[in-house]
Nanobody, 122 residues
Framework: QVQLVESGGGLVQAGGSLRLSCVAS????????MGWFRQAPGKERESVAA????????YYPDSVKGRFTISRDNAKNTVYLQMNSLKPEDTAVYYCAAAETYYKVKTDPDYWGQGTQVTVSS
């Protein structure tokens, strides 16, 4: 079992930045692929970033590519999502996710955090 706790959400103006953090506890964090999803009101949850356990593979959809960066610190059992040049359409609840494979963390994660709200004002 893996427990995930996000933090770092909040209200920011368009063009600003936020960094989300997700601390993992439980099984060996370093062996899990990690990712971030978001869900806006009335929309489906979507993957916005993923990183393999080795860090050798990363994924970003076109909507955030060049603006969002996922990183991980295995010594701290923490994964981060740096979000720059934020837009009002980035407003959503952001969820941290973990899975045993890189493919699963992008599509059907095994574990989820509780979510943190990000609101971008225009």
């Amino acid at each position: 079992q893996v427990q995930l706790v996000e933090s770092g959400g909040g209200l920011v103006q368009a063009g600003g930045s936020l960094r989300l953090s997700c601390v993992a506890s439980g099984r060996t964090f370093s062996r899990y692929a990690m990712g971030w999803f978001r869900q806006a009101p009335g929309k489906e949850r979507e993957s916005v970033a993923a990183r393999s356990w080795s860090g050798g593979s990363t994924y970003y959809p076109d909507s955030v590519k060049g603006r969002f960066t996922i990183s991980r610190d295995n010594a701290k059992n923490t994964v981060y999502l740096q979000m720059n040049s934020l837009k009002p359409e980035d407003t959503a609840v952001y969820y941290c996710a973990a899975a045993e494979t890189y493919y699963k963390v992008k599509t059907d994660p095994d574990y989820w955090g509780q979510g943190t709200q990000v609101t971008v004002s225009s």
